[in-house]
C-alpha cells in the first residue's frame, strides 16, 4: 500500500506570495492532519480534517488555511507568506478506527525568500 | 497546559548501551502517549505508544515506562545500533482529538561504534 504522498517536496517563495501544498493519504485513511515543524518550534498541530470537514485546529493565524476533498486528499494554503513561514509542512493521516496511529508524509519544505 | 518537556535534547550513546529519553506533561486530559523516529528527509514514524492504564509496554528493543503520578513517561532503547541514530519525539493527545498530537522538542540520538 502506497504511504501518504505530499507535494510538491520542495518549495521557494518571496514574501507577500501565497503557496498551496498538497496531501494524498494512505487509501482508506480519511483524517489528514497538518503539521508545521521547524527548528525553533518543534513539530506544531495545525489543522486535522475528516470527511471534508475541519475537526480540529491549532493556534495558528488565519493565513493558514486548509480543505479536504470527497477523495480524502487535502490541500493546506498558506497566504500572505512570511519569513517565519519558512518550514517543514508534514501531513499525516489515519484511519478511523485507530485514530491515534498517524502516519506521516515526508513532507513539504518550503522557504520564504 | 499544552506542553509536553523532553530531555535530553542530544544523546550519544555506544552500540549496545542503553538509551533512555525522558518526556513531561502537564494537560491531566492526556491519555495517549506515541514515540516517534524520525530520519533526516524523513516524516516521523510511529515507534511505539502507552496509554495511561499501564505503566509499561515493550516492542522488541523499545520500551516505555509511564509515571501517571509524576506525569512522565520515557523511551528506553535497549541495546542501541548505530541505525537508531536518529530524532526522537514524544506527543501526547486525548480521546476525541486523538489525531491532535502535541509534540516535544525533540532528541538527536546519535549511537557510536
Known amino acids: 500500500k502506497a504511504g501518504v504522498t505530499q507535494t510538491p517536496r520542495y518549495l521557494i517563495k518571496t514574501r507577500g506570495q501565497q503557496v498551496t501544498l498538497s496531501c494524498s493519504p494512505i487509501?482508506?485513511?480519511?483524517?489528514v492532519s497538518w503539521y508545521q515543524q521547524t527548528p525553533g518550534q518543534g513539530l506544531q498541530f495545525l489543522f486535522e480534517?475528516?470527511?471534508?470537514?475541519?475537526?480540529n485546529k491549532g493556534n495558528f493565524p488565519g493565513r493558514f488555511s486548509g480543505r479536504q476533498f470527497s477523495n480524502s486528499r487535502s490541500e493546506m494554503n498558506v497566504s500572505t507568506l512570511e519569513l517565519g513561514d519558512s518550514a517543514l509542512y508534514l501531513c499525516?493521516?489515519?484511519?478511523?478506527?485507530?485514530?491515534?496511529?498517524?502516519?506521516f508524509g515526508p513532507g513539504t519544505r518550503l522557504t520564504v525568500l | 497546559q499544552q506542553q509536553v518537556k523532553q530531555s535530553p535534547q542530544s544523546l550519544i550513546v555506544q552500540k549496545g548501551g542503553i538509551s533512555i529519553i525522558n518526556c513531561a506533561y502537564e494537560?491531566?486530559?492526556?491519555?495517549?502517549f506515541p514515540w516517534y523516529q524520525q530520519f533526516p528527509g524523513k516524516g516521523p514514524a510511529l515507534l511505539i505508544a502507552i496509554r495511561p492504564d499501564v505503566s509499561e509496554k515493550k516492542e522488541g528493543r523499545f520500551t516505555i515506562s509511564f509515571n501517571k503520578s509524576a506525569k512522565q513517561f520515557s523511551l528506553h532503547i535497549m541495546d542501541s545500533q548505530p541505525g537508531d541514530s536518529a530524532t526522537y519525539f514524544c506527543a501526547a493527545s486525548t480521546t476525541g482529538t486523538a489525531s491532535k498530537l502535541t509534540f516535544g522538542t525533540g532528541t538527536r540520538l546519535q549511537v557510536t561504534l
Open positions: 480534517y475528516f470527511s471534508e470537514t475541519q475537526r
Open positions: 487509501s482508506g485513511h480519511r483524517s
Open positions: 499525516a493521516s489515519t484511519l478511523p478506527s485507530q485514530e491515534s496511529r498517524q502516519y
Open positions: 494537560n491531566t486530559a492526556f491519555d495517549y
